[in-house]
Structures are given as structure tokens and as C-alpha cells.
């Protein structure tokens, strides 16, 4: 059973710094899974749940939100199944709720892109951030 856990999440002022970090566990990185996503949604109330930051397993590549271009780095450790999420310059509108999301289907190359809610089939609890001004 694959089971994702957050940490990281805070309170911090506007032009601050978090790191979140993201462990997977019940399964371990392989070659059968370099196709698959792994990747930070955030959610604040009323919203839908949006893609922040997403990489793929094999080749790295990272894809951003344009709200996040430039100030946020989402980072892997295939060998230690985590990915991490460090946040510089936060502004106030990064307030909210962020989950780890890992789409675990090996041998399996999923249509979309690893911003899509739709390529994730594993989601943790989410963790926390709040930016005052």
C-alpha cells in the first residue's frame, strides 16, 4: 500500500523561505516507474485543488505553475522515494494546504502531464503553509 507523508509545512512572513519534503513508502523507486509523475498540489478553502510543482521519476524534467516560476524548486531522491518542494520569496496567496501526490503504475506511460489531477493515483494528507504579510 503506498502511503505518502508531508512535512515542512509552517508559518512564515511574505519574502520567506519553507522547505516541504514528501516521503513515499510501500513501494521503492525502479526503472518500472521512471514514466510516472511525482508532484505538490496546493488547495485553500473554496478552490479547487491546483498543480504547483510536478517531475518525472526517470528524466527529472520539472513542470511549474506560473505562479510559482522562479520561486519554487521541487527537487527528487528516487533512491530515498522523496520529493521535496523548496519555497523562496513566499507571498501571502501561497497560503494553504499542500499534498504530495505520487502516481505509482508501473511499465505504464499515463497520458497528461505532471500538473494533471487526473495523473495521480496516490495523494498524502497535506501539510500546512501559511504567509503573512
Known amino acids: 500500500q503506498v502511503q505518502l507523508a508531508e512535512s515542512g509545512g509552517g508559518s512564515v512572513q511574505a519574502g520567506g523561505s519553507l522547505r516541504l519534503s514528501c516521503a513515499a513508502s510501500?513501494?521503492?523507486?525502479?526503472?518500472?516507474?521512471?514514466?510516472?509523475?511525482i508532484g505538490w498540489f496546493r488547495q485553500t478553502p473554496g478552490k479547487e485543488r491546483e498543480g504547483v510543482a510536478g517531475?518525472?521519476?526517470?528524466?527529472?524534467?520539472?513542470l511549474y505553475a506560473d505562479s510559482v516560476k522562479g520561486r519554487f524548486t521541487i527537487s527528487q531522491d528516487n533512491a530515498k522515494n522523496t520529493v521535496y518542494l523548496q519555497m523562496n520569496s513566499l507571498k501571502p496567496e501561497d497560503t494553504g494546504m499542500y499534498y504530495c501526490?505520487?502516481?505509482?503504475?508501473?511499465?505504464?506511460?499515463?497520458?497528461?502531464?505532471?500538473?494533471?489531477?487526473?495523473?495521480?493515483?496516490?495523494w498524502g494528507q497535506g501539510t500546512q503553509v501559511t504567509v503573512s504579510s
Open positions: 501526490a505520487a502516481e505509482y503504475r508501473p511499465w505504464v506511460e499515463w497520458s497528461g502531464h505532471c500538473l494533471g489531477l487526473s495523473r495521480y493515483n496516490n
Open positions: 510501500g513501494y521503492t523507486y525502479s526503472r518500472a516507474l521512471s514514466s510516472n509523475c
Open positions: 517531475i518525472y521519476r526517470g528524466s527529472g524534467s520539472t
